[in-house]
């Protein structure tokens, strides 16, 4: 079950991590970032643009509107430097929905309506901890194309960038 400071500790993970990511990620050309590299996405950048279309989905219905428009597939932004502004500005919207979050509020079951018009309705705390696995699963596939060009990509184990600093 999720819990406020979870959902807090996540939101400032996810944050950090597509900090990291896009980091690395500005090391290529856009010509490298848009090769295709034979993932679901076929890119690095298209896959950093389905990232995005996937906050957007759920971060508009847990806010009470709808989701926008537009296939999973799709690419908001051509220029990286204004994916990356943009993915700063959709990872504050994450953390001030995190900060703001209640138990009550993730206890509750919520009713959502899926892309393809089909309704559900799920415990809250499962649908936000999905949002967070999503980014998680589709950093890692950015993470190995990074490799495949040829980059060394940063760690993103969630305790070496919460707590970058070794113990004495």
């Known amino acids: 079950m999720s819990t406020p400071a ?4 996540m ?3 996810n944050r950090l991590a597509n900090q990291r990511l896009y980091e690395a990620c500005a090391a290529l050309s856009d010509e490298e970032r848009k090769a295709d590299r034979h993932a679901f996405f076929r890119s690095i950048h298209g896959t950093l643009n389905h990232i995005m279309v996937g906050d957007r989905v759920w971060m508009a219905r847990f806010e009470g509107g709808s989701a926008p428009l537009g296939g999973l ?3 908001l932004y051509e220029d990286f430097d204004e994916l990356r502004a943009a993915r700063d500005a959709e990872d504050a919207r994450i953390d001030a929905y995190a900060a703001a979050i209640t ?8 009713a959502s309506v899926s892309s393809a018009g089909v309704r559900f309705v ?3 705390n499962q649908l936000v901890t999905h949002m967070f696995n999503h980014q998680i ?7 190995h194309m990074l490799s495949d060009a040829g980059l060394d990509p940063p760690s993103l184990d969630m305790h070496r960038i919460l707590n970058p600093t070794p113990a004495a």
Do not use: S, T
């Not at 979870?6 to 500790?9: D, E, G, N, P, V």
């Not at 699963?137 to 993470?143: E, F, L």
């Open 6 to 9: 979870h959902c807090r500790m």
């Open 11 to 13: 939101a400032r993970y």
């Open 73 to 75: 597939d799709a690419i």
């Open 103 to 110: 138990q009550p509020e993730l206890d509750a079951d919520f």
């Open 122 to 124: 799920d415990p809250l």
């Open 137 to 143: 699963h589709h950093r890692g596939q950015v993470h």
